[in-house]
């Protein structure tokens, strides 16, 4: 099994940035994709951002947000620059043991954290 704990959610304004952590424990020698996911109220989650083995970005936040690994910590991050308010959800954060399958499908993915809410102001 392995745990995902989600933190650096907020209250931030239009155009300002946010970095999330993702910090990984127990089996983390069996994954090989991190990925994060945010669902937006009365929204259905979707994908925002997957490491492993290549790096891979939803279009809307291509150019603004950037995924990065530090598997010496267990741990990925998002951070999120230029923020919109059309950003604001709850952001998951995702480890897949395989990555054979989509990076943006949530059925590739095998454990999930909490999530940790994102709000941003206009």
């Known amino acids: 099994q392995v745990q995902l704990v989600e933190s650096g959610g907020g209250l931030v304004q239009g155009g300002g940035s946010l970095r999330l952590s993702c910090a990984a424990s127990g089996r983390t020698n069996n994954i090989n994709r991190m990925g994060w996911f945010r669902q937006a109220p009365g929204k259905e989650r979707e994908f925002v951002a997957a490491?492993?083995?290549?790096?891979y970005y939803t279009d809307s936040v291509t150019g603004r947000f950037t995924i990065s690994r530090d598997n010496a910590k267990n741990m990925v991050y998002l951070q999120m620059t230029r923020l919109k308010p059309e950003d604001t959800a709850v952001y998951y954060c995702a480890a897949a043991r395989y990555t054979v399958y989509r990076y943006d499908s949530l059925t590739s993915y095998d454990y999930w954290g909490q999530g940790t809410q994102v709000t941003v102001s206009s």
């Open positions: 490491s492993g083995p290549s790096t």
